[in-house]
């Protein structure tokens, strides 16, 4: 396949979801410790948002092949590669992206075989929340069982994944927020018990009449903004907030250091993608313990919308819209 080229995903400069163009790009070569990838499907997440709005930190300078999460399927390896044998269907997170490819050229340690009871449109939009999601929860959150839990933006990717495995791991009562009733009647089916739509309800009073003013002890935030402000409001005395992002682009004024020491709670955050270039050690519990799940059938991925790859840029508007659940 050396000199061979494919479609890759790219944009010249940042921009809105007009930016993207599939152009042709030369076939990656797999180097030492990777594998050569057939992709089969590729998801679209935030961190593909604001990449191509030039608001991602430490994203590189356009133009370059973008994409993070997917499905396909092992057609080479290189030179001293263990892992995943030819032939193989995987799924994972490329942190130094590619994704949004006809191939990509990957480490052997960042992709993983998927379970038969996924297909690739679910492989493809797993990895990259289960595994969050999981950390969030067991690694950083040290989630009891029994303990109450408080899940913002529980019907999109991250969010429906922190509500399955909150379930899953015998959380208490889950409260979670969402923006529409649609979505609200989602979120409850997937096993919420409170669901609050955000948009006409103050979710920290509801937090509060529930918990009779103790609040919970885990709050699972990555929205930013003035929702981190006020979700740090319902933290029980104690407690844990942990924070993956910011899909609201903004940061929050109201943290301040009396917070933590006053109540004596906990605030933390991380990056997948810079765990797994930099400590896998702290990814590998959660691949055994997602993919387990997933075989059992445990917890279920959820595909909001498949898009074929000549509609990209929809992809893009149909989640910057919020219309996505799942």
């Known amino acids: 396949m050396s000199g061979s080229t494919m479609k890759g ?10 930016v993207l163009t599939w152009d042709e790009v030369p076939v990656p070569v797999p180097g030492p410790g990777e594998l050569l990838i057939e992709v089969r499907a590729f998801a679209v997440n935030w961190a593909d948002l604001l990449e191509r709005a030039g608001k991602y930190p430490g994203a590189p300078e356009p133009p370059y092949v973008t994409g993070h999460d997917l499905t396909g399927v092992v057609v080479a390896k290189g ?9 193989t269907r995987v799924f994972g997170v490329i942190p130094r ?19 038969d009871t996924l297909d ?19 690694t950083m959150g040290r989630l009891e069982k029994g303990e109450d ?6 019907a999109g990717a991250y969010g429906s994944a922190c509500v399955q495995l909150c379930r899953a791991y015998g959380a208490g009562r889950i409260i979670a927020t969402a923006g529409s009733d649609a979505k609200t009647e989602q979120v409850r089916k997937w096993g919420a018990d409170v669901v609050v739509n955000y948009t006409t309800t103050d979710f920290s009073q509801v937090v509060d009449e529930v918990t009779e003013g ?21 933290v029980s005395p104690g407690g ?17 250091l009396h917070t933590l020491f006053d109540r004596g709670i906990s605030v933390s955050g991380f990056t997948l993608g810079k765990w797994i270039e930099h400590h896998p050690e702290l990814v590998r519990p959660s691949i055994t313990r997602v993919l387990s799940l997933f075989q059992e059938r445990g917890a279920l991925p959820v595909v909001a919308r498949a898009f074929p790859a000549s509609q990209v840029a929809d992809a ?3 989640l910057a819209d919020r219309r996505s659940i799942g």
């Open 120 to 138: 690739d449109a679910q492989a493809a939009g797993a990895a990259g929340p289960y595994l969050t999601a999981d950390a969030a929860i067991v």
């Open 240 to 256: 844990r907030l942990v924070s993956v992002g910011a899909s609201s682009g903004r940061s929050s004024d109201r943290f301040r």
């Open 9 to 18: 995903l790219r944009f010249a400069r940042h921009g809105g979801p007009d």
């Open 79 to 87: 030179p001293d590669t263990e892992g995943p044998k030819v032939g």
């Open 97 to 115: 992206g590619g994704a949004a490819a006809e191939y990509v050229a990957a480490p052997a340690n960042q992709v993983h075989p998927v379970p």
């Open 316 to 318: 893009h508007e149909f």
């Open 214 to 234: 103790r609040g919970v002890p885990l709050v699972l935030e990555s929205v930013g903004g003035d929702v981190l402000g006020r979700s740090l409001d319902c």
């Open 149 to 154: 839990v408080l899940i913002q933006a529980a």
